[in-house]
């Protein structure tokens, strides 16, 4: 099995920052793409940025900018700077990652539990 726990969110005015880790942990070969999602209340969740185990990135355009993603393979661990945060930043921050086990050739994604990001005006 995997886990997957982040830790970072919190709450922040307009303007500021926030940095997001997410640590992955268990029976884990390599690990492919690491993802950040958000959910807002009411809203279905969006990809929020993106990156390969080679480095490339991509990242919503709401996004673009102000947020940066990034990940240390030796630590298992993918990263969001988030700068100039918005209200409208305000969401669940959930992330994924495509993980191979020792026993399998194949990806499996999984899931944090989410944590939670709230800019005030």
């Known amino acids: 099995q995997v886990q997957l726990v982040e830790s970072g969110g919190g709450l922040v005015q307009a303007g500021g920052s926030l940095r997001l880790s997410c640590a992955a942990s268990g029976s884990i070969f390599s690990i492919n793409a690491m993802r950040w999602y958000r959910q807002a209340p009411g809203k279905q969740r969006e990809l929020v940025a993106a990156?390969?185990?080679?480095?490339?990135?991509n990242y919503a355009d709401s996004v673009k900018g102000r947020f940066t993603i990034s990940r240390d393979n030796a630590k298992n661990t993918v990263y969001l700077q988030m700068n100039s945060l918005k209200p409208e930043d305000t969401a669940v921050y959930y992330c994924?990652?495509?993980?191979?086990?020792?026993?399998?050739?194949?990806?499996?994604?999984?899931w944090g539990q989410g944590t939670q990001v709230t800019v005030s005006s």
């Open positions: 990156i390969t185990s080679g480095g490339s990135t």
């Open positions: 994924n990652a495509e993980t191979r086990p020792y026993y399998s050739d194949n990806y499996y994604p999984y």
